[in-house]
């Protein structure tokens, strides 16, 4: 993701599982994008979200702050 990238809080109808694969990311939980009550993840760093839990996720506005992140919320079958 690029810097400065933000993700309205939003949910999913299974749990979604992210990690950080390089960079840094921040996510928290709520209704309303809130950088201050949000928790930073490093490369390695693992998170979750439970089904229809709200949940919002941003990156540092820092221009060498680009983030890989990976994040799966399966299907439900």
């Known amino acids: 993701m690029p810097a400065g990238y933000k993700i309205p809080a939003h949910n999913h109808p ?12 921040n996510i928290g939980m709520g209704d309303k994008l ?6 930073a993840l490093r490369p390695g760093g693992f998170a ?3 089904a229809k839990m709200n949940h919002y996720a941003w990156t540092s506005a820092r221009p060498s ?13």
């Open 48 to 50: 979750e979200a439970a």
């Open 34 to 39: 809130d950088e201050q009550k949000s928790m």
């Open 14 to 25: 299974t749990t979604e599982y992210v990690t950080v694969l390089s960079g840094a990311f």
């Open 65 to 77: 702050s680009r983030s890989t992140v990976r994040a799966l919320s399966p299907s439900p079958t």
